[in-house]
């Protein structure tokens, strides 16, 4: 288990990652809104009616109609927008905060934005076409945050990244083995079905979502599996205190 915290990967073609500050901000806002400040009944009816249901799309369910907020074909992008618990948006967030904002910078703003929610509307395709008759609420970044890292391991294996391995050790590792332990990992609970209630059909989807179109979406002068030298990573002094 490895949680990034950081990576000394400099932007070459934008000032600022706008994109990635307002996907992350978006997140955040729409989970106080709809989960993280509200009566657990009315999180769980945000749920059903913004969330990707498999049984619903493919027309085997039908949602109550005070639960229905969005048409049907609307949940594909809300899904993305949603999250069941702090720790799932914190993970989430946090994986965007560390490695989306060199992707965009790889592709420009606005390729950028289309890039991540093309690989969060492959991964919950990929999730519906295995259990097409799921009545269970699909929600998450995890698709479309499964895409960037798939882009980032493509474009940039050996840039080094600060975490914490195995939640407590502090440690500067290379992407390769961070990104590809964390891919491993998904492709291990998807073969032994060791998962619980997580989809992990999407976050292969939009990992193979967003293999297939970084080369597509990135500037002609951004390289696959990039030689450039980087420096090591600078360490946060940021004061800890484990309780």
Not at 112 to 127: D, M, P
Not at 170 to 187: K, S, Y
Not at 196 to 201: K, R, V
């Amino acid at each position: 288990m490895f949680i990034p915290l950081a990576d000394q990967n400099p932007h070459r073609h934008i000032t600022a990652p706008y994109v990635t500050f307002a996907v992350i901000g978006l997140n955040v806002v729409l989970f106080l809104a709809t989960t993280g400040l509200v009566p657990a009944p009315a999180a769980t009816a945000n749920m059903l009616g913004l969330g990707l249901i498999p049984a619903v799309v493919t027309d085997q369910a039908q949602l109550a109609p005070h639960l229905a907020v969005v048409p049907t074909w609307a949940t594909w992008i809300t899904y993305m927008f949603m999250h069941g618990g702090w720790m799932h948006l914190v993970g989430n967030m946090l994986f965007l905060w560390v490695f989306a904002d060199n992707i965009e910078d790889a592709m420009g703003h606005w390729r950028f934005l289309v890039f991540y929610l093309a690989c969060g509307l492959i991964g919950g395709a990929a999730h519906l076409m295995i259990d097409p008759g799921s009545q269970a609420p699909l929600v998450g970044a995890s698709g479309a945050v499964s895409g960037v890292l798939a882009a980032y391991l493509l474009l940039y294996p050996r840039v080094r990244v600060f975490g914490l391995v195995f939640n407590i050790l502090p440690l500067t590792i290379p992407v390769w083995l961070a990104l590809g332990t964390w891919v491993m990992l998904q492709v291990y609970h998807l073969v032994t079905t060791q998962g619980g209630a997580t989809a992990w059909w999407a976050h292969v989807g939009g990992l193979l979502a967003g293999a297939a179109l970084v080369g597509l979406m990135k500037k002609r002068d951004i390289v696959f599996f990039s030689h450039e030298r980087q420096l090591p990573v600078t360490v946060p002094r940021i004061p800890l205190r484990f309780g």
